[in-house]
């Protein structure tokens, strides 16, 4: 190369710079293909909740709305209609839910977390072991028992089933989680030794180590396992569609899928924009979440990978 | 603050492993630290250091032996039960707490009235110079400030031991001269009972009333650092001891005369004849013209007052090779690195071809010479040295003790 | 002290996960087992009016449905996994060669995970559907008249095929997330001596990212065919709690609900229980083979 003249030397730079060009064209073109490829059912759902049946149906698919054709309409028939399935109900419950079944999770974590990040005891690596074999377990093994339990707890009756009991279903065979029990003990694990050493000589309880140092050291793991689980119940269908025996009850999930089969056999372009608006009602909390809280779940869930 | 002395008797540590391998850390350590006494606990990694101060700490429970604050016997007193500060390698600050946080959290474990603590988090902060730091975090600090931190927070309790586990470790050279006076000052000020970890010999002599070495959870020695230098107890002491490091020849006794080959370095009296290991502080040569040691001068270094010369050993082989007390770090990396190559069979073939060479060429054997820089010595110059008596010491050569 | 144990404390933390552990997934292991050989458990009370052996699995195997449910699960799995597994990847690579729009790319690819099936599953069948749907407006521009995808009276295939788009698509966000922090936990050192090296872009994806990444590769292979031998959600979101067009979408987790959707009707739970076990067995296998494969070809 260096015995080359100016002349070839600027040739081959300026290919190196085609090359560059072409290589970003390319990898920015085909990056914003899948972008679009993702962002489309959205955008869908979000255009269709505003369109009138005739837009609907139209032979063409309408890809924009002027502001002044939108229809707001379909939010208010699919959320205050009074045939309508109630969703600020189904929210009401979801969100009782998820808080319930966070809170409980987030306690039986940090304390077991602690137990085998910290502590020395018989059949400790026995126990693990068990736990992470767990792991490979499809729920569905589980869940078929723990409807015949909840059914047995008297929660899930068919006639007269109490709100309370229906809560009880929902929440208690979730208030623990395997998998985040390992993901805080190994952030509990990184926290050196000598800080609970350091403790311990300043006469510091466990417990009021767990608390006072561990907690907030781990914070930003904890509050990733409260986002992760609150999403997860926000999301849930299958369980709580078994357990609750009262549209009443529902979760948004299943509020949405009932609305989605009770218009099956209708003419549905008059109720699919209802029905975008529904999902896109249940869809826009997560999103507001997601984007004021992104940088902790997507580390969560980066490192759930990883844990592999 | 009441100063108090620490006894521990036949100490000593068995760590257990899950495959029932046994470690043995710290074996029948006996030693009294004096009150008010800062003492350096000085060994190579691994010698247990830390594990005897745990076990003085109350974190680790001895296998065997007692531990006495003044008359009391504390072995199974609950740590936070005996009195003592604890300061850590790595500071074990606690990252989401300010400095402040940090020095008044063991006294809020005591349930400490709040302005009380105050009043005594700002003392000692002010002592070791970090009060106008009191809202900042652990992060925003420097290495040495963090240091002074934990030292603070060790000391609010107004312990009545200081234990410190390599505190210096973690910061640069100039820092750590600076900051260990400092633990000097503010031990002499506080008049407490500290024992010092440190695997770094010049540490531990310049700051300690008195150092003890370790080495394989043993201790080899007990004294005032001048004392332990001049009269080291073994092999292994007069060689963890110095810098730079005492020269060591193979040599023999006979007829009450040390011999290196054919040269007497000095005499000694009521001494069998044997096989010696003979060791010389560098400072320990003088050039003297009818003396039987005739060496050559390899290279010369003038700092100073001081002209270090380094000089081939007069005799070879050297005896780094295979005494079981010489240069052990030294053998076993190259044990290591053996071994590596032994599954390497790529290198194996090429070294066969001849395409590698197999090992660098052997360096001679050289010692060092510490003289005035009065005399005006060229590199390749043919000298005579001989040995100040006390300078040189005898060791056995299959035990590594003193002769 | 540090090395002493501490039984009880340690199982007093332990023990609120502890009961909830013991009821809900420890007893509810042995005791799915155990329904599996009773004859006609009754749900409520327990009662059973014997023992078999191989009676529900032999019931399981006979249902009319449960080959056509072996069939879409193992389809959904051996399509939707390598696809989306090979695709995220190269997403991921190249999301890791751009520094601009980085965050905002990530961002979007994210999206899919956090939002819910049921809703974006309703927004695929409107895009899917048959004569107001995006979907077959695209292919109408290449003069493909208009496929029934999911309405009543769809063809299984043309079912299936909107379906693994659709998973596929669900399934792209997980892995392009985790893949893309794993190349960024990749040292640059490696690619920078690749560089110097001078190893074309391609040479250094296959001799340094791939074998790099095949740990996290594997893993993530692994989990996703398990998630997809489980596909359930997805398909009621996309096509209703029936499954598809009289059930032909149904899979091995459709036939564990179907039948504990009617826990009154004698036997179903019984056969729910068979076919989580057959599932659990499917899982084992894959897990096992997984664990072969990855054994062999996983770089350290
Ligand atoms: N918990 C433990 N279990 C088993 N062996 C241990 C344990 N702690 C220490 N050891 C062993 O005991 C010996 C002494 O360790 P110790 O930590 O006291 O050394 P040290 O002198 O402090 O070394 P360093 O200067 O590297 O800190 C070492 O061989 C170490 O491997
Ligand atoms: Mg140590």
Same mark, same amino acid.
């Given at each position: 190369?260096?015995?080359?003249?100016?002349?070839?030397?600027?040739?081959?730079?300026?290919?190196?710079?085609?090359?560059?060009?072409?290589?970003?064209?390319?990898?920015?073109?085909?990056?914003?293909?899948?972008?679009?490829?993702?962002?489309?059912?959205?955008?869908?759902?979000?255009?269709?909740?505003?369109?009138?049946?005739?837009?609907?149906?139209?032979?063409?698919?309408?890809?924009?709305?002027?502001?002044?054709?939108?229809?707001?309409?379909?939010?208010?028939?699919?959320?205050?209609?009074?045939?309508?399935?109630?969703?600020?109900?189904?929210?009401?419950?979801?969100?009782?839910?998820?808080?319930?079944?966070?809170?409980?999770?987030?306690?039986?974590?940090?304390?077991?977390?602690?137990?085998?990040?910290?502590?020395?005891?018989?059949?400790?690596?026995?126990?693990?072991?068990?736990?992470?074999?767990?792991?490979?377990?499809?729920?569905?093994?589980?869940?078929?028992?723990?409807?015949?339990?909840?059914?047995?707890?008297?929660?899930?009756?068919?006639?007269?089933?109490?709100?309370?009991?229906?809560?009880?279903?929902?929440?208690?065979?979730?208030?623990?989680?395997?998998?985040?029990?390992?993901?805080?003990?190994?952030?509990?694990?990184?926290?050196?030794?000598?800080?609970?050493?350091?403790?311990?000589?300043?006469?510091?309880?466990?417990?009021?180590?767990?608390?006072?140092?561990?907690?907030?050291?781990?914070?930003?793991?904890?509050?990733?396992?409260?986002?992760?689980?609150?999403?997860?119940?926000?999301?849930?269908?299958?369980?709580?569609?078994?357990?609750?025996?009262?549209?009443?009850?529902?979760?948004?999930?299943?509020?949405?899928?009932?609305?989605?089969?009770?218009?099956?056999?209708?003419?549905?372009?008059?109720?699919?924009?209802?029905?975008?608006?529904?999902?896109?009602?249940?869809?826009?909390?997560?999103?507001?979440?997601?984007?004021?809280?992104?940088?902790?779940?997507?580390?969560?869930?980066?490192?759930?990978?990883?844990?592999? | 603050?009441?100063?108090?002395?620490?006894?521990?008797?036949?100490?000593?540590?068995?760590?257990?492993?899950?495959?029932?391998?046994?470690?043995?850390?710290?074996?029948?350590? =006996?030693?009294?630290?004096?009150?008010?006494?800062?003492?350096?606990?000085?060994?190579?990694?691994?010698?247990?250091?830390?594990?005897?101060?745990?076990?003085?700490?109350?974190?680790?429970?001895?296998?065997?032996?007692?531990?006495?604050?003044?008359?009391?016997?504390?072995?199974?007193?609950?740590?936070?039960?005996?009195?003592?500060?604890?300061?850590?390698?790595?500071?074990?600050?606690?990252?989401?707490?300010?400095?402040?946080?940090?020095?008044?959290?063991?006294?809020?474990?005591?349930?400490?009235?709040?302005? /009380?603590?105050?009043?005594?988090?700002?003392?000692?902060?002010?002592?070791?110079?970090?009060? +106008?730091?009191?809202?900042?975090?652990?992060?925003?600090?420097?290495?040495?400030?963090?240091?002074?931190?934990?030292?603070?927070?060790?000391?609010?309790?107004?312990?009545?031991?200081?234990?410190?586990?390599?505190?210096?470790?973690?910061?640069?050279?100039?820092?750590?001269?600076?900051?260990?006076?400092?633990?000097?000052?503010?031990?002499?000020?506080?008049?407490?009972?500290?024992?010092?970890?440190?695997?770094?010999?010049?540490?531990?002599?310049?700051?300690?009333?008195?150092?003890?070495?370790?080495?394989?959870?043993?201790?080899?020695?007990?004294?005032?650092?001048?004392?332990?230098?001049?009269?080291?107890?073994?092999?292994?002491?007069?060689?963890?001891?110095?810098?730079?490091?005492?020269?060591?020849?193979?040599?023999?006794?006979?007829?009450?005369?040390?011999?290196?080959?054919?040269?007497?370095?000095?005499?000694?009296?009521? /001494?069998?004849?044997?096989?010696?290991?003979?060791?010389?502080?560098?400072?320990?040569?003088?050039?003297?013209?009818?003396?039987?040691?005739?060496?050559?001068?390899?290279?010369?270094?003038?700092?100073?007052?001081?002209?270090?010369?380094?000089?081939?050993?007069?005799?070879?082989?050297?005896?780094?090779?295979?005494?079981?007390?010489? =240069?052990?770090? +030294?053998?076993?990396?190259?044990?290591?690195?053996?071994?590596?190559?032994?599954?390497?069979?790529?290198?194996?073939?090429?070294?066969?071809?001849?395409?590698?060479?197999?090992?660098?060429?052997?360096?001679?054997?050289?010692?060092?010479?510490?003289?005035?820089?009065? +005399?005006?010595?060229?590199?390749?110059?043919?000298?005579?040295?001989?040995?100040?008596?006390? /300078?040189?010491?005898?060791?056995?050569?299959?035990?590594?003790?003193?002769? | 002290?540090?090395?002493?144990?501490?039984?009880?404390?340690?199982?007093? %933390?332990?023990?609120?996960?502890?009961?909830?552990? $013991?009821?809900?997934?420890?007893?509810?292991?042995?005791?799915?087992?155990?329904?599996?050989?009773?004859?006609?458990?009754?749900?409520? %009370?327990?009662?059973?009016?014997?023992?078999?052996?191989?009676?529900?699995? *032999?019931?399981?195997?006979?249902?009319?449905?449960?080959?056509?449910?072996?069939?879409?699960?193992?389809?959904?799995?051996?399509?939707?996994?390598?696809?989306? !597994?090979?695709?995220?990847?190269?997403?991921?690579?190249?999301?890791?060669?751009?520094?601009?729009?980085?965050?905002?790319?990530?961002?979007?690819?994210?999206?899919?995970?956090?939002?819910?099936? $049921?809703?974006?599953?309703?927004?695929?069948?409107?895009?899917?559907?048959?004569?107001?749907?995006?979907?077959?407006?695209?292919?109408?521009?290449?003069?493909?008249?208009?496929?029934?995808?999911?309405?009543?009276?769809?063809?299984?295939?043309?079912?299936?095929?909107?379906?693994?788009?659709?998973?596929?698509?669900?399934?792209?966000?997980?892995?392009?997330?985790?893949?893309?922090?794993?190349? *960024?936990?990749?040292?640059? *050192?490696?690619?920078?001596?690749?560089?110097?090296?001078?190893?074309?872009?391609?040479?250094?994806?296959?001799?340094?990212?791939?074998?790099?990444?095949?740990?996290?590769?594997?893993?993530?292979?692994?989990?996703?065919?398990?998630?997809?031998?489980?596909?359930?959600?997805?398909?009621?979101?996309?096509?209703?709690? *029936?499954?598809?067009?009289?059930?032909?979408?149904?899979?091995?987790?459709?036939?564990?609900?179907?039948?504990?959707?009617?826990?009154?009707?004698?036997?179903?739970?019984?056969?729910?229980?068979?076919?989580?076990?057959?599932?659990?067995?499917?899982?084992?296998?894959?897990?096992?083979?997984?664990?072969?494969?990855?054994?062999?070809? !996983?770089?350290?």
């Amino acid at each position: 190369m260096s015995t080359q003249n100016n002349e070839t030397t600027y040739d081959t730079r300026r290919q190196i710079i085609f090359k560059r060009v072409m290589r970003y064209t390319f990898v920015y073109g085909i990056l914003t293909f899948f972008a679009l490829l993702v962002i489309i059912p959205f955008y869908w759902m979000i255009l269709t909740s505003l369109m009138t049946p005739d837009k609907i149906a139209s032979d063409i698919p309408i890809m924009f709305l002027r502001f002044r054709d939108m229809q707001f309409g379909n939010y208010y028939e699919a959320m205050f209609a009074p045939e309508a399935p109630d969703f600020l109900r189904y929210m009401g419950n979801t969100v009782l839910v998820a808080a319930i079944s966070t809170v409980g999770t987030i306690i039986t974590t940090i304390l077991s977390a602690f137990a085998f990040a910290r502590l020395q005891f018989r059949f400790k690596e026995l126990f693990f072991l068990l736990l992470i074999a767990t792991m490979m377990i499809p729920g569905e093994m589980f869940v078929i028992t723990n409807f015949i339990t909840v059914s047995r707890f008297g929660w899930v009756e068919m006639v007269d089933q109490q709100y309370y009991h229906a809560v009880l279903a929902m929440t208690l065979p979730f208030m623990t989680s395997i998998f985040y029990i390992f993901f805080l003990r190994q952030t509990f694990k990184q926290i050196p030794n000598e800080l609970y050493y350091a403790a311990k000589v300043d006469g510091t309880k466990d417990f009021q180590y767990l608390w006072k140092i561990m907690v907030p050291i781990a914070r930003p793991t904890i509050i990733t396992i409260l986002i992760l689980n609150a999403m997860g119940t926000w999301n849930a269908y299958i369980w709580p569609n078994l357990v609750s025996t009262r549209p009443a009850y529902n979760l948004v999930s299943n509020g949405l899928r009932e609305f989605a089969t009770a218009i099956e056999f209708l003419p549905q372009e008059e109720y699919i924009g209802q029905q975008m608006a529904a999902a896109f009602v249940i869809t826009f909390p997560i999103l507001v979440v997601f984007f004021l809280l992104k940088k902790h779940i997507m580390r969560g869930v980066s490192r759930s990978g990883i844990k592999g | 603050m009441e100063t108090i002395e620490i006894k521990l008797k036949n100490l000593t540590k068995v760590f257990q492993a899950k495959n029932k391998e046994e470690t043995v850390a710290v074996k029948d350590f =006996d030693i009294t630290i004096p009150a008010g006494k800062l003492v350096g606990l000085l060994g190579p990694s691994g010698c247990g250091k830390s594990t005897t101060l745990y076990m003085i700490s109350g974190l680790l429970k001895p296998t065997q032996g007692r531990i006495f604050f003044g008359d009391t016997d504390v072995t199974d007193v609950a740590p936070e039960k005996r009195g003592i500060g604890l300061v850590f390698q790595n500071y074990a600050l606690y990252p989401h707490m300010t400095v402040k946080q940090n020095i008044m959290f063991p006294l809020e474990n005591i349930k400490m009235e709040k302005e /009380k603590a105050l009043e005594r988090a700002y003392f000692y902060a002010r002592l070791v110079g970090i009060d +106008h730091l009191m809202n900042r975090k652990p992060v925003q600090l420097s290495g040495g400030q963090q240091q002074r931190v934990a030292i603070a927070r060790a000391l609010v309790k107004e312990p009545r031991v200081l234990l410190l586990d390599e505190p210096l470790s973690n910061l640069d050279a100039r820092l750590r001269l600076q900051t260990r006076e400092e633990i000097k000052r503010i031990q002499k000020e506080t008049g407490i009972t500290t024992i010092f970890v440190t695997h770094d010999q010049e540490e531990a002599m310049s700051i300690s009333d008195e150092i003890v070495l370790m080495r394989e959870g043993i201790m080899q020695q007990k004294g005032a650092p001048q004392q332990v230098y001049d009269e080291p107890g073994n092999l292994f002491v007069a060689k963890f001891l110095g810098s730079p490091p005492i020269n060591l020849f193979e040599g023999e006794i006979k007829d009450e005369r040390v011999m290196v080959g054919d040269a007497q370095l000095g005499r000694v009296e009521g /001494k069998k004849d044997q096989d010696v290991i003979i060791g010389v502080r560098p400072e320990g040569f003088k050039i003297v013209e009818r003396s039987s040691l005739k060496v050559k001068v390899d290279y010369v270094e003038t700092i100073g007052r001081d002209t270090t010369l380094i000089i081939e050993k007069p005799v070879d082989p050297t005896i780094t090779e295979h005494s079981p007390y010489i =240069d052990e770090d +030294h053998q076993q990396e190259n044990d290591h690195v053996e071994d590596d190559m032994a599954v390497d069979e790529d290198m194996q073939r090429l070294q066969e071809e001849g395409s590698i060479e197999e090992t660098a060429p052997e360096k001679k054997g050289t010692f060092r010479a510490i003289v005035d820089a009065d +005399h005006r010595i060229q590199p390749g110059d043919e000298i005579k040295l001989a040995v100040k008596p006390h /300078k040189m010491f005898l060791f056995d050569k299959e035990t590594g003790e003193l002769v | 002290m540090l090395e002493d144990r501490h039984d009880f404390k340690a199982w007093l %933390y332990l023990l609120p996960a502890l009961i909830l552990l $013991i009821v809900f997934t420890f007893y509810p292991i042995i005791n799915t087992f155990m329904i599996v050989f009773m004859v006609d458990y009754d749900f409520l %009370y327990g009662d059973y009016t014997g023992w078999t052996l191989t009676g529900n699995i *032999q019931a399981v195997l006979g249902h009319r449905q449960f080959w056509p449910a072996i069939r879409n699960t193992v389809l959904i799995a051996f399509v939707s996994v390598p696809l989306s !597994v090979i695709i995220s990847l190269f997403i991921a690579v190249w999301l890791n060669s751009i520094k601009k729009l980085q965050g905002a790319f990530q961002t979007i690819f994210f999206l899919p995970y956090v939002t819910n099936a $049921i809703a974006v599953g309703l927004a695929f069948a409107v895009i899917f559907n048959r004569d107001y749907g995006l979907f077959n407006y695209m292919l109408s521009l290449f003069g493909i008249d208009p496929i029934n995808w999911v309405a009543p009276g769809s063809p299984w295939r043309f079912s299936m095929i909107a379906l693994l788009v659709f998973i596929t698509w669900n399934g792209l966000a997980f892995k392009i997330m985790v893949f893309l922090s794993g190349l *960024q936990s990749i040292d640059k *050192q490696y690619y920078d001596a690749a560089r110097i090296d001078s190893a074309s872009r391609s040479r250094i994806f296959r001799k340094i990212t791939v074998p790099l990444l095949s740990p996290m590769i594997a893993f993530i292979t692994i989990t996703s065919f398990i998630g997809a031998f489980k596909e359930y959600t997805a398909i009621v979101g996309m096509f209703g709690e *029936q499954m598809g067009y009289r059930g032909q979408l149904i899979t091995i987790v459709g036939l564990v609900y179907e039948a504990l959707g009617e826990p009154y009707v004698a036997g179903s739970v019984s056969l729910a229980a068979s076919a989580a076990i057959v599932l659990f067995f499917m899982t084992l296998l894959l897990t096992i083979f997984n664990m072969w494969v990855s054994k062999k070809r !996983v770089h350290y």
